[in-house]
């Protein structure tokens, strides 16, 4: 089985939607027209991805769903029950079901569903669309190594796959689903420096994109700690050193670890949530 053999849809019209399908359709690992993105009913949100990219949409389920061969569940987690409620009818034992939704078990989904169906929990970023996702993956009860090495097929066309077990998803989600965030902020704090010291916003942002990605390039290609990477930037009485200072000093690194594990404990919330439902 491959990928040019499925049709594909997404339950769910939101931000990581458009963020794997412009990825997808970037990449051209499927035809465009394999692809269908269906929701309640939200025709103008639908509209707009129509325009945007030259895939098909629906608000009928049962059209959806029978017509497709994966499911991806992409709609909010609270709403999860609800939507497999109604999909529940029409989904068969020969679907694949991949899941991006955060704090969301492969079993608690195989509950909501009577098919025996693979279930396949997926956490990419929103970096997908730009084919630089940081995806981990985790089978299910009903998942077999060939529905697995599809899912990595399949997410692989937008960015890495990292296959790990289930109960280490919620630390995934946590750090990688939540890190393109992290970034930013950070950026943003940096880009306010740069400006309110005369740069430009273009040139800031040039000069931390580039540094961003070498400094992402030289840790991939060191055994050494993060620690000794960047003590080596410091001179005694230096610029770096002075920036650390103020970083120790309001224990920003500290900060930002707790930011780090309050999402994961979010994760883990919101899945025990559901196993009470």
Same mark, same amino acid.
């Given at each position: 089985?491959?990928? !040019? +053999?499925?049709? $594909?849809?997404?339950?769910? %019209? &939101?931000?990581? #939607?458009?963020? *794997?399908? @412009?990825?997808?359709? /970037?990449?051209?690992?499927?035809?465009?027209?394999?692809?269908?993105?269906?929701?309640?009913?939200?025709?103008?949100?639908?509209?707009?991805?129509?325009?945007?990219?030259?895939?098909?949409?629906?608000?009928?389920?049962?059209?959806?769903?029978?017509?497709?061969?994966?499911?991806?569940?992409?709609?909010?987690?609270?709403?999860?029950?609800?939507?497999?409620?109604?999909?529940?009818?029409?989904?068969? !034992? +020969?679907?694949? $079901?991949?899941?991006?939704? %955060? &704090?969301?078990? #492969?079993?608690? *989904?195989? @509950?909501?569903?009577? /098919?025996?169906?693979?279930?396949?929990?997926?956490?990419?970023?929103?970096?997908?669309?730009?084919?630089?996702?940081?995806?981990?993956?985790?089978?299910?009860?009903?998942?077999?190594?060939?529905?697995?090495?599809?899912?990595?097929?399949?997410?692989?066309?937008?960015?890495?796959?990292?296959?790990?077990?289930?109960?280490?998803?919620?630390?995934?989600?946590?750090?990688?689903?939540?890190?393109?965030?992290?970034?930013?902020?950070?950026?943003?704090?940096?880009?306010?420096?740069?400006?309110?010291?005369?740069?430009?916003?273009?040139? /800031?942002?040039?000069?931390?994109?580039?540094?961003?990605?070498?400094?992402?390039?030289?840790?991939?290609?060191?055994?050494?700690?993060?620690?000794?990477?960047?003590?080596?930037?410091?001179?005694?009485?230096?610029?770096?050193?002075?920036?650390?200072?103020?970083?120790?000093?309001?224990?920003?690194?500290?900060?930002?670890?707790?930011?780090?594990?309050?999402?994961?404990?979010?994760?883990?919330?919101?899945?025990?949530?559901?196993?009470?439902?």
């Amino acid at each position: 089985m491959t990928l !040019a +053999d499925q049709a $594909i849809t997404f339950i769910g %019209a &939101g931000a990581m #939607t458009e963020a *794997i399908v @412009s990825g997808l359709v /970037a990449n051209n690992r499927v035809n465009s027209g394999q692809i269908t993105v269906m929701n309640k009913n939200n025709g103008e949100r639908l509209e707009e991805l129509e325009k945007n990219y030259p895939i098909q949409t629906t608000t009928n389920k049962q059209q959806a769903v029978e017509r497709s061969h994966l499911l991806i569940l992409a709609m909010k987690p609270k709403d999860v029950g609800d939507a497999l409620e109604r999909l529940q009818p029409f989904i068969r !034992a +020969d679907h694949v $079901i991949f899941s991006v939704l %955060a &704090g969301t078990t #492969t079993g608690y *989904i195989s @509950s909501l569903i009577e /098919a025996e169906c693979p279930v396949i929990r997926v956490m990419p970023n929103t970096s997908a669309n730009v084919g630089a996702s940081a995806s981990a993956i985790s089978g299910g009860q009903f998942a077999a190594d060939k529905d697995v090495d599809l899912a990595a097929s399949l997410f692989s066309s937008i960015g890495s796959v990292t296959i790990v077990p289930e109960e280490k998803m919620d630390s995934v989600t946590g750090i990688s689903g939540s890190g393109p965030a992290y970034f930013y902020y950070l950026l943003e704090g940096l880009q306010t420096a740069a400006v309110d010291a005369g740069l430009t916003e273009e040139d /800031a942002k040039a000069l931390l994109i580039q540094t961003m990605q070498g400094a992402a390039k030289r840790w991939s290609q060191t055994s050494r700690p993060l620690q000794s990477l960047y003590e080596e930037v410091m001179s005694p009485g230096g610029t770096t050193e002075a920036a650390f200072s103020v970083l120790r000093k309001h224990s920003v690194q500290e900060h930002v670890t707790g930011g780090a594990k309050a999402a994961i404990a979010q994760s883990e919330k919101l899945g025990k949530v559901k196993k009470h439902v």
